[in-house]
Protein backbone atom coordinates (compact mmCIF):
# COMPACT_ATOMS: atom_id res chain seq x y z
CA UNK A 1 0.00 0.00 0.00
CA UNK A 2 1.24 3.35 -1.17
CA UNK A 3 1.14 6.23 1.78
CA UNK A 4 1.42 10.24 1.25
CA UNK A 5 2.05 13.01 2.78
CA UNK A 6 -0.26 14.98 5.14
CA UNK A 7 -2.77 12.33 5.30
CA UNK A 8 -5.59 13.41 7.27
CA UNK A 9 -6.22 9.63 7.97
CA UNK A 10 -3.33 8.58 9.60
CA UNK A 11 -3.36 8.53 13.49
CA UNK A 12 -0.10 8.40 14.81
CA UNK A 13 1.15 7.75 18.78
CA UNK A 14 0.04 5.81 21.69
CA UNK A 15 -2.02 8.79 22.86
CA UNK A 16 -3.65 9.46 20.23
CA UNK A 17 -4.78 6.19 19.34
CA UNK A 18 -5.98 5.47 22.36
CA UNK A 19 -8.14 8.84 22.41
CA UNK A 20 -9.73 7.57 19.01
CA UNK A 21 -10.41 4.24 19.97
CA UNK A 22 -12.00 6.08 23.12
CA UNK A 23 -14.06 8.08 21.15
CA UNK A 24 -15.53 6.01 18.69
CA UNK A 25 -13.64 7.11 15.66
CA UNK A 26 -14.57 5.08 12.54
CA UNK A 27 -11.05 3.15 12.14
CA UNK A 28 -10.42 0.92 9.25
CA UNK A 29 -7.24 -0.47 10.47
CA UNK A 30 -4.41 -0.24 13.07
CA UNK A 31 -0.69 -1.13 12.55
CA UNK A 32 1.46 -2.34 15.69
CA UNK A 33 5.33 -3.02 16.09
CA UNK A 34 6.16 -6.35 15.50
CA UNK A 35 7.21 -8.25 18.34
CA UNK A 36 6.59 -5.35 20.63
CA UNK A 37 5.75 -6.17 24.41
CA UNK A 38 5.02 -2.81 25.97
CA UNK A 39 1.31 -3.03 27.94
CA UNK A 40 0.22 0.17 26.45
CA UNK A 41 0.58 -1.71 22.56
CA UNK A 42 -0.78 -4.40 23.90
CA UNK A 43 -4.01 -3.00 25.16
CA UNK A 44 -4.38 -0.89 22.31
CA UNK A 45 -4.40 -4.24 20.20
CA UNK A 46 -6.50 -5.81 22.23
CA UNK A 47 -9.08 -3.07 22.33
CA UNK A 48 -9.11 -2.62 18.85
CA UNK A 49 -10.09 -6.48 18.29
CA UNK A 50 -12.25 -6.36 20.75
CA UNK A 51 -14.51 -3.35 18.46
CA UNK A 52 -13.99 -5.34 15.25
CA UNK A 53 -11.10 -3.43 13.99
CA UNK A 54 -8.65 -5.41 11.91
CA UNK A 55 -5.19 -4.86 13.78
CA UNK A 56 -1.67 -5.68 12.11
CA UNK A 57 1.90 -6.85 13.19
CA UNK A 58 4.71 -4.28 10.82
CA UNK A 59 7.72 -4.04 11.33
CA UNK A 60 9.32 -0.11 12.37
CA UNK A 61 10.31 -0.03 8.98
CA UNK A 62 7.11 0.01 7.43
CA UNK A 63 5.93 2.34 10.60
CA UNK A 64 8.52 4.71 9.96
CA UNK A 65 7.68 4.31 6.11
CA UNK A 66 4.14 5.50 6.88
CA UNK A 67 4.31 8.12 9.54
CA UNK A 68 3.83 12.05 8.94
CA UNK A 69 4.72 13.01 12.33
CA UNK A 70 8.05 10.62 12.80
CA UNK A 71 7.15 9.92 15.79
CA UNK A 72 4.28 7.10 15.64
CA UNK A 73 5.58 5.11 19.35
CA UNK A 74 5.13 1.70 17.28
CA UNK A 75 1.25 2.27 16.59
CA UNK A 76 -0.41 3.74 13.79
CA UNK A 77 -3.99 3.99 12.85
CA UNK A 78 -5.86 3.80 9.55
CA UNK A 79 -9.04 6.06 10.14
CA UNK A 80 -12.06 6.37 8.05
CA UNK A 81 -12.63 9.57 6.07
CA UNK A 82 -16.65 9.16 6.86
CA UNK A 83 -18.51 6.77 8.74
CA UNK A 84 -19.61 3.94 7.47
CA UNK A 85 -23.69 2.86 7.25
CA UNK A 86 -25.16 -0.69 7.50
CA UNK A 87 -26.38 -3.06 4.84
CA UNK A 88 -30.01 -2.28 5.92
CA UNK A 89 -28.76 1.51 6.15
CA UNK A 90 -28.38 1.20 2.31
CA UNK A 91 -31.73 -0.81 1.31
CA UNK A 92 -33.54 2.11 3.36
CA UNK A 93 -32.13 4.70 1.33
CA UNK A 94 -33.58 2.65 -1.58
CA UNK A 95 -37.33 2.53 -0.16
CA UNK A 96 -36.86 5.97 0.98
CA UNK A 97 -36.65 6.75 -2.88
CA UNK A 98 -39.07 4.63 -4.24
CA UNK A 99 -36.89 2.88 -6.46
CA UNK A 100 -35.26 -0.88 -6.26
CA UNK A 101 -32.46 -1.26 -4.59
CA UNK A 102 -29.31 -0.77 -6.77
CA UNK A 103 -26.21 -1.94 -4.66
CA UNK A 104 -22.61 -2.51 -5.50
CA UNK A 105 -20.73 -5.56 -3.91
CA UNK A 106 -16.89 -5.33 -3.94
CA UNK A 107 -15.38 -8.87 -3.37
CA UNK A 108 -11.86 -7.69 -1.79
CA UNK A 109 -11.13 -4.55 -4.22
CA UNK A 110 -7.05 -4.17 -2.27
CA UNK A 111 -6.57 -1.02 -4.58
CA UNK A 112 -7.47 2.03 -3.28
CA UNK A 113 -7.68 4.09 -6.16
CA UNK A 114 -10.11 0.93 -7.96
CA UNK A 115 -12.21 1.52 -4.72
CA UNK A 116 -12.15 5.36 -5.17
CA UNK A 117 -13.07 4.92 -9.22
CA UNK A 118 -15.78 2.16 -8.43
CA UNK A 119 -17.61 4.67 -5.77
CA UNK A 120 -16.85 7.66 -8.60
CA UNK A 121 -19.06 5.61 -11.09
CA UNK A 122 -21.53 4.04 -8.23
CA UNK A 123 -22.25 7.93 -7.62
CA UNK A 124 -22.83 8.89 -10.92
CA UNK A 125 -25.01 5.95 -11.77
CA UNK A 126 -27.24 6.34 -8.82
CA UNK A 127 -26.23 3.37 -7.31
CA UNK A 128 -28.07 3.27 -3.64
CA UNK A 129 -24.98 1.95 -1.76
CA UNK A 130 -21.47 0.42 -1.45
CA UNK A 131 -20.81 -2.86 0.31
CA UNK A 132 -16.78 -3.96 1.06
CA UNK A 133 -14.97 -6.57 3.94
CA UNK A 134 -13.60 -5.75 6.54
CA UNK A 135 -10.33 -7.78 5.47
CA UNK A 136 -8.38 -7.65 2.36
CA UNK A 137 -10.11 -4.74 0.71
CA UNK A 138 -9.33 -0.73 0.78
CA UNK A 139 -11.63 1.04 2.87
CA UNK A 140 -12.58 4.94 2.99
CA UNK A 141 -9.27 6.22 3.50
CA UNK A 142 -8.20 9.73 1.63
CA UNK A 143 -6.51 8.40 -1.16
CA UNK A 144 -10.10 6.66 -1.89
CA UNK A 145 -11.79 9.96 -1.26
CA UNK A 146 -9.51 11.70 -4.00
CA UNK A 147 -9.79 9.05 -6.23
CA UNK A 148 -13.57 9.52 -6.18
CA UNK A 149 -13.36 13.12 -6.67
CA UNK A 150 -15.61 12.99 -3.87
CA UNK A 151 -18.17 10.93 -4.47
CA UNK A 152 -17.38 8.96 -1.32
CA UNK A 153 -18.73 11.65 0.11
CA UNK A 154 -22.03 11.17 -1.32
CA UNK A 155 -21.75 7.24 -1.48
CA UNK A 156 -23.47 5.53 1.24
CA UNK A 157 -20.67 2.35 2.13
CA UNK A 158 -21.26 -0.66 4.68
CA UNK A 159 -18.09 -2.45 5.84
CA UNK A 160 -19.12 -6.22 6.81
CA UNK A 161 -16.95 -8.44 8.26
CA UNK A 162 -18.46 -11.65 5.91
CA UNK A 163 -19.27 -11.28 2.43
CA UNK A 164 -21.49 -14.13 2.37
CA UNK A 165 -23.80 -13.04 4.93
CA UNK A 166 -23.83 -9.73 3.78
CA UNK A 167 -25.39 -11.60 0.35
CA UNK A 168 -27.76 -13.46 2.34
CA UNK A 169 -29.16 -10.32 3.84
CA UNK A 170 -29.51 -8.51 0.29
CA UNK A 171 -31.37 -11.63 -0.91
CA UNK A 172 -34.08 -11.92 1.90
CA UNK A 173 -34.35 -7.99 0.99
CA UNK A 174 -35.23 -8.96 -2.46
CA UNK A 175 -32.33 -8.77 -4.30
CA UNK A 176 -31.04 -10.56 -6.89
CA UNK A 177 -27.04 -10.94 -7.27
CA UNK A 178 -25.49 -10.96 -10.58
CA UNK A 179 -21.50 -11.57 -9.99
CA UNK A 180 -18.84 -10.73 -12.89
CA UNK A 181 -17.02 -13.91 -14.43
CA UNK A 182 -15.15 -13.91 -17.69
CA UNK A 183 -16.93 -17.04 -19.72
CA UNK A 184 -20.04 -17.02 -17.70
CA UNK A 185 -23.28 -18.12 -19.93
CA UNK A 186 -25.19 -15.27 -19.53
CA UNK A 187 -23.98 -12.01 -21.80
CA UNK A 188 -24.14 -8.98 -20.09
CA UNK A 189 -26.71 -7.61 -23.08
CA UNK A 190 -29.25 -10.85 -22.35
CA UNK A 191 -29.52 -9.83 -18.83
CA UNK A 192 -32.02 -8.42 -16.90
CA UNK A 193 -30.86 -5.97 -14.36
CA UNK A 194 -34.75 -4.02 -13.91
CA UNK A 195 -35.28 -5.22 -10.77
CA UNK A 196 -33.60 -4.77 -7.19
CA UNK A 197 -29.82 -6.06 -8.02
CA UNK A 198 -26.93 -6.17 -6.31
CA UNK A 199 -23.41 -6.18 -8.92
CA UNK A 200 -20.62 -8.26 -7.40
CA UNK A 201 -17.15 -7.05 -8.47
CA UNK A 202 -14.27 -9.57 -8.19
CA UNK A 203 -11.03 -8.18 -6.73
CA UNK A 204 -7.78 -7.42 -9.38
CA UNK A 205 -5.96 -10.26 -9.13
CA UNK A 206 -8.16 -13.25 -8.61
CA UNK A 207 -11.58 -12.31 -9.36
CA UNK A 208 -14.88 -13.08 -6.97
CA UNK A 209 -14.06 -15.66 -4.21
CA UNK A 210 -15.45 -19.62 -4.30
CA UNK A 211 -18.26 -18.80 -1.57
CA UNK A 212 -19.24 -15.87 -2.94
CA UNK A 213 -19.50 -17.38 -6.12
CA UNK A 214 -21.85 -19.79 -5.34
CA UNK A 215 -24.14 -17.61 -3.46
CA UNK A 216 -24.71 -15.40 -6.60
CA UNK A 217 -27.88 -16.14 -8.69
CA UNK A 218 -26.51 -15.18 -11.88
CA UNK A 219 -22.83 -15.41 -13.46
CA UNK A 220 -22.58 -12.01 -15.80
CA UNK A 221 -19.84 -11.86 -18.80
CA UNK A 222 -18.60 -8.52 -20.37
CA UNK A 223 -18.21 -9.13 -24.11
CA UNK A 224 -14.78 -9.06 -25.08
CA UNK A 225 -13.78 -8.20 -29.06
CA UNK A 226 -9.79 -7.15 -28.29
CA UNK A 227 -6.93 -9.43 -27.30
CA UNK A 228 -6.76 -8.55 -24.00
CA UNK A 229 -9.32 -11.13 -22.32
CA UNK A 230 -10.18 -8.53 -19.31
CA UNK A 231 -11.25 -5.55 -17.61
CA UNK A 232 -9.43 -3.52 -14.92
CA UNK A 233 -11.73 -4.02 -11.83
CA UNK A 234 -13.27 -0.32 -11.65
CA UNK A 235 -13.27 -0.45 -15.35
CA UNK A 236 -15.18 -3.97 -15.57
CA UNK A 237 -17.33 -2.38 -12.25
CA UNK A 238 -18.59 0.52 -14.46
CA UNK A 239 -19.39 -0.84 -17.53
CA UNK A 240 -21.81 -3.67 -15.37
CA UNK A 241 -23.47 -0.40 -13.65
CA UNK A 242 -24.00 1.68 -16.31
CA UNK A 243 -26.02 -1.02 -17.96
CA UNK A 244 -28.20 -1.54 -15.02
CA UNK A 245 -28.34 2.65 -15.31
CA UNK A 246 -29.52 1.99 -19.10
CA UNK A 247 -32.08 -0.71 -18.58
CA UNK A 248 -33.84 1.53 -15.96
CA UNK A 249 -33.62 4.53 -18.13
CA UNK A 250 -36.21 2.95 -20.51
Known amino acids: MAFENDREDLIEGRNAVTEALRAGRSIDKIYVAKGEVDKTLGHIASQARDMGIVVVEADRRKLDAMSVTHAHQGVVALAAV ?85 IKELKAGGLWIYGTAAGAQSGLWDTDFSGPVCIVIGSEGDGMGRLVTENCDFLVSIPMRGRVNSLNASAAASVMMYEVLRQRSK
Not at 145 to 161: I, L, Q
Open 82 to 166: KEYCSVDDILRIAQEKNEPPFVILCDEISDPHNLGAILRTAECVGAHGVIIPKRRSAGLTSIVDKTSAGAAEHVAVARVPNLTAA
